[in-house]
């Protein structure tokens, strides 16, 4: 098929830069068709394979709207050094990465990943020194080559894309973060930012402009003339983010990006980033090696070991159920109470009491089931309060309803309430706390005696007894 790579390109662009919101509806059929030129520039391609990226674009895609996982691997190997081949073979026969580099010479970097990242989603890549990382995350542009296996972005293979197609493929879908910033060092900031726009081939006016807004998003403003030695560490990481950012690319590789900051300049980057992932809705697959990192920034975590993926989760998920003992390693001395959230911690309500039941009917719930407290619940769920058996005693000899024993007054939480938080609400009460979701009805019940077990580090330490 022949077609016009750069008028695609441009086509791209335009649609991809700065279109607002409220027009998004409207240009929907433009935004596809833009995507299918794309797919089809990549086709054109020599090496775009026989089936094409359009094909699997719309094998992914039947419907043409964006994929749910804008990254699939599948079976993703990557072998360094000269026996690739033999090395595979090895390991499939099960041989260490240890056995393979004795015998072959080759190092396994990468051993059958298979990952789906989601749109819009915080994926964090954690492992030791040497896990597999970024060898991972460099596979995704081909900043390293794959040895087998098959990455869509997108849903495009990029395996099959030829060099310009990379190239193009790049340039419009991928920003990378590096840990060392990778500025130019004779460009000023506003160059260094719109370096990208430049080898697009957008005019000086427009990159600089485009440069400029990137600059200010990211808290430089002021500082577009200056060069990258006269900024600090913190700010050079900024020049870096908003370079990655001013192609409007829809997914942020990010590969310890903050590891080389100071703390405090470490945490202020990681908020700000946060805030940029709320604003943008980027996709970002971000590398780190820093648990605490991981868990402020990811919605999802992989845990890389020796070329391997052990467990994907959300951080709860992980820190509440680790794969292995390698995992648990990591979570070591982490004061889960900040990450775990009520849902996981509560449990069905013993007593569950309809408001129209009687003070007699409803002492006898609480005896059968050998508790103090119940929970009283309109005829739809919703929580009206607590009543426990004394105030229930009390009733019986006053003739009164039970509506008049109960304690409206309770203090609640809802499923995502941070357990940090629970635990102040723990430390005034002598009840149960009552789950609540948004509309008031009553999801579960927190029992006081469950939550430090559970809020207690994989070791056995409590928190305050892990060196900091
Ligand atoms: N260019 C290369 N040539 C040979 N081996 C390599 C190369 N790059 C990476 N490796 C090997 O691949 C494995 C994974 O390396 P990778 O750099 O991906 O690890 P990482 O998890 O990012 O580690 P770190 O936290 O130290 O950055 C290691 O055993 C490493 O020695
Ligand atoms: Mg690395």
């Known amino acids: ?209 485009k440069a400029m807004s990137m600059i200010e998003l990211v808290g430089l403003k002021g500082y577009e003339s200056s060069l990258p030695s006269q900024l600090s560490g913190g700010m050079k990481q900024r020049v870096g983010l908003a370079r990655a950012l001013a192609n409007d690319p829809g997914i942020l590789l990010m590969d310890e990006a903050f590891s080389a900051l100071d703390p405090l300049i470490r945490r202020s980057m990681q908020d700000e980033l946060l805030d940029l992932h709320d604003k943008l809705g980027k996709t970002i697959v971000f590398v780190t090696h820093d648990l605490d990192e991981a868990l402020r920034l990811g919605d999802r975590i992989a845990i890389m070991k020796d070329g391997q993926i052990v467990q994907v989760g959300t951080p709860e998920e992980i820190l509440t159920n680790p794969a292995d003992d390698y995992v648990a390693s990591f979570l070591n001395g982490i004061d889960r109470s900040k990450v775990m959230t009520c849902e996981s911690l509560m449990r069905k309500p013993e007593v569950v009491i309809p408001l129209r039941t009687g003070p007699r009917t409803a002492l006898r719930m609480l005896d059968d089931s050998d508790q103090v407290t119940g929970f009283v619940v309109e005829k739809d769920k919703r929580f009206i309060g607590l009543v426990k058996a004394e105030d229930l005693l009390k009733a019986l000899e006053r003739s009164s309803p039970l509506s008049e024993a109960v304690r409206a007054d309770v203090l609640t939480v809802t499923p995502g309430t941070m357990v940090e938080d629970l635990i102040t609400i723990l430390v005034e009460t002598d009840y149960p706390i009552p789950v609540l979701d948004d509309g008031g009805m009553l999801m579960g019940v927190i029992y006081p005696g469950s939550v430090m077990d559970k809020v207690r580090p994989a070791n056995g330490n409590t928190p305050e007894e892990v060196p900091a």
């Not at 607002?20 to 995507?35: A, E, Q, Y």
């Not at 690739?84 to 073979?89: G, R």
């Not at 970097?109 to 990952?115: S, T, V």
Request: net charge neutral; hydrophobic share 40%.
């Open 1 to 209: 098929m022949l077609f016009n790579i750069s008028a695609a390109k441009d086509t791209l662009a335009r649609i991809e830069s700065g279109l607002s919101d409220h027009l998004d509806s409207l240009f929907l059929p433009v935004r596809r068709w833009g995507r299918e030129l794309q797919v089809s520039a990549y086709a054109g391609q020599p090496g775009a394979g026989a089936d094409g990226p359009s094909k699997l674009m719309n094998d992914a895609n039947p419907e043409g709207a964006p994929p749910e996982n804008v990254i699939s691997i599948r079976g993703l190997t990557k072998i360094f050094g000269p026996k690739p081949q033999a090395a595979i073979k090895l390991q499939e026969g099960g041989a260490s990465k240890q056995q393979v580099l004795e015998r072959t010479g080759s190092v396994v970097g990468l051993k059958d990943i298979d990952l789906d990242v989601r749109e819009g989603e915080i994926f964090v890549v954690m492992g030791l020194s040497g896990s597999g990382k970024s060898t991972m995350l460099r596979c995704l542009n081909r900043l390293v080559e794959p040895t087998a296996g098959s990455i869509l972005v997108n849903g495009v293979d990029i395996r099959k894309l030829d060099d310009r197609g990379l190239l193009n493929f790049r340039r419009l879908h991928l920003g990378m973060v590096f840990q060392n910033f990778g500025l130019l060092p004779h460009r000023t900031i506003l160059d260094n930012v719109a370096y990208g726009l430049e080898v697009r081939g957008m005019p000086l006016e427009q990159r600089h402009a």
